[in-house]
Nanobody, 116 residues
Framework: QVDLVESGGGLVQAGGSLRLSCAAS????????MGWFRQAPGKEREFVSA????????RYADSVKGRFTISRDNAKNTVYLQMNSLKPEDTAVYYC?????????WGQGTQVTVSS
């Protein structure tokens, strides 16, 4: 069983930066994909970014391309989301997720608030 714990959220002004971390405990299969999702108040959860555990291939939502960078540290079983040039519309609870064919495991979420 895999458990995911997110950290790094907080309050930041527009244009600022935050780095989210997702620490995974348990067995991470090399075929896993690790993803970041977010959910703003009153909105559906949306995909932000993903990285494959074995070869590090990455994907981004159009809304964050060029501003967010996902990375992983295999030795630490940790995935990061570096968020730069933050906008008020990035305000949401950010969730880390993991899985092979689908995202089966989810973290508890971390709040990111961007003030204008």
């Amino acid at each position: 069983q895999v458990d995911l714990v997110e950290s790094g959220g907080g309050l930041v002004q527009a244009g600022g930066s935050l780095r989210l971390s997702c620490a995974a405990s348990g067995r991470i299969f090399s075929s896993y994909t690790m993803g970041w999702f977010r959910q703003a108040p009153g909105k559906e959860r949306e995909f932000v970014s993903a990285i494959t555990w074995n070869n590090g291939n990455t994907r981004y939502a159009d809304s964050v391309k060029g501003r967010f960078t996902i990375s992983r540290d295999n030795a630490k079983n940790t995935v990061y989301l570096q968020m730069n040039s933050l906008k008020p519309e990035d305000t949401a609870v950010y969730y880390c997720a993991a899985g092979q064919n689908s995202y089966d495991v989810w973290g508890q979420g971390t709040q990111v608030t961007v003030s204008s």
